[in-house]
């Protein structure tokens, strides 16, 4: 497989089919033949062994490894990435259709397959056009509240790829479709805070300069969804908020980084001079960003637990964080391995970058003092 583009999330899951059905097939077995930790019961062994990282416990006994993958063990974090394959390309309409979706399972350190969404209406997305030689058409998706969610992207004729979104959840292992948008758009602002996901700005179906702001609570998505792959909850709908001044959020998909109540985003990727505003989710008001926050945003950001953010200087390979207090950016680790930068994602104390020409996907742990580097490899062919 040939990739065209990677788009990388970090999400809880993950309970692998394979892993799924082997634990569903020992369950009995494990349970009434073998204890956790002999002379325990197993419900006080899983309290003393979820202590433990599962790490250390794939690598010991089969029963340990087998208790990883079970629903009572703590979830662990998975990356997730979308990627294009130029292998089925219509030459004809530049469409690709082969969309496929994997994760990185860091326990066992391998790549795994996720199921295809469902192909009622076919998912086809433009991703070369030759007006666009130099640059890939994207695909925009958050994380939220433990699901993937796939929000923007272009079909033919440049029209939005997607009426309403879709969404895969790890724990079921299924996709389903959210509710139909007011307006579909592709190239806007997308992100999510709190368990709300939010659209703003774009290109429309006709053409047209979309302003207004979209959000959608998945707060309880987890709770009551999920009964079958392609479900729609009734009740789901898109509310309509407050919408931008211009169109000057609207040249390309921008990720609005959820902070602290707020989304901020800015026009422009990369060293370029670019324009920064914050939108305020309780009080659907937009105001201009810090000056220091704009001038040092010079690559692609995320946010630790929506309270601190990173930014990766593509151009000079370091990794940044932001000190709201003194409105500048703090310098955490320089790396040659992070220019050229083209994605990043935050959780659980890591920072992933996802690096241009091949380098792979580049782990930050900014807990520990120096900062730790290491490289996960990206599936084949990318």
């Known amino acids: 497989m040939s990739s065209a583009k990677v788009?990388?999330?970090?999400?809880?899951?993950?309970?692998?089919?394979a892993a799924a059905s082997k634990c569903q097939k020992l369950h009995h077995y494990h349970y009434n033949n073998q204890s956790l930790l002999p002379g325990l019961p197993d419900d006080i062994a899983q309290v003393c062994l979820s202590l433990v990282h599962p790490s250390v416990l794939y690598s010991v006994c089969h029963s340990w490894r087998r208790l990883i993958y079970s629903p009572s063990f703590p979830p662990f974090l998975s990356i997730y990435t979308l990627l294009l394959s130029t292998k089925s390309v219509d030459q004809a309409s530049n469409h690709s259709r082969s969309v496929e979706f994997s994760c990185f399972e860091p326990i066992s350190c391998k790549w795994l397959s996720l199921p295809q969404p469902p192909q009622e209406p076919p998912l086809q997305f433009l991703v070369h056009h030759p007006s666009f030689i130099s640059r890939l058409l994207p695909i925009q998706s958050v994380s939220v509240s433990g699901n993937l969610v796939l929000l923007s992207a272009t079909a033919d004729n440049f029209l939005p790829a997607l009426s309403r979104p879709l969404i895969f959840n790890p724990l079921s292992r299924r996709w389903t479709y959210g509710p139909p948008f007011a307006a579909p758009r592709r190239w806007c602002a997308a992100g999510a805070s709190r368990g709300v996901v939010y659209v703003a700005s774009g290109i429309g179906s006709h053409y047209k300069l979309v302003r207004s702001v979209e959000k959608w609570d998945l707060k309880n998505i987890n709770d009551y969804n999920f009964r079958s792959p392609l479900g729609i909850e009734r009740t789901w709908k898109w509310e309509i908020m407050g919408g931008l001044k211009d169109g000057k959020f609207s040249r390309e998909a921008i990720d609005a980084i959820g902070w602290r109540g707020k989304l901020c985003m800015v026009n422009v990727k990369g060293d370029a001079a670019k324009e920064g505003i914050i939108y305020n989710v309780k009080t659907d008001a937009w105001a201009e960003m810090p000056e220091g926050m704009l001038v040092g945003w010079r690559g692609p950001a995320a946010a630790m637990n929506e309270e601190t953010i990173y930014v990766v200087d593509e151009t000079k390979g370091v990794l940044r964080e932001y000190d709201s207090d003194r409105d500048t950016w703090v310098e955490i680790v320089v790396d040659?391995?992070?220019?050229?930068?083209?994605?990043?994602?935050?959780?659980?104390?890591?920072v992933c970058v996802l690096c241009g020409n091949g380098g792979g996907i580049v782990v930050v742990d900014v807990v520990v003092r120096p900062p730790k580097l290491w490289v996960v490899n990206t599936p084949a062919g990318v």
């Not at 788009?7 to 089919?17: G, M, N, V």
């Not at 391995?337 to 890591?350: F, H, M, N, V």
Request: glycine share 12%.
């Open 7 to 17: 788009e990388l999330e970090i999400l809880h899951p993950t309970t692998t089919a």
């Open 336 to 350: 040659d391995r992070l220019k050229g930068a083209q994605q990043t994602a935050a959780a659980g104390g890591k």
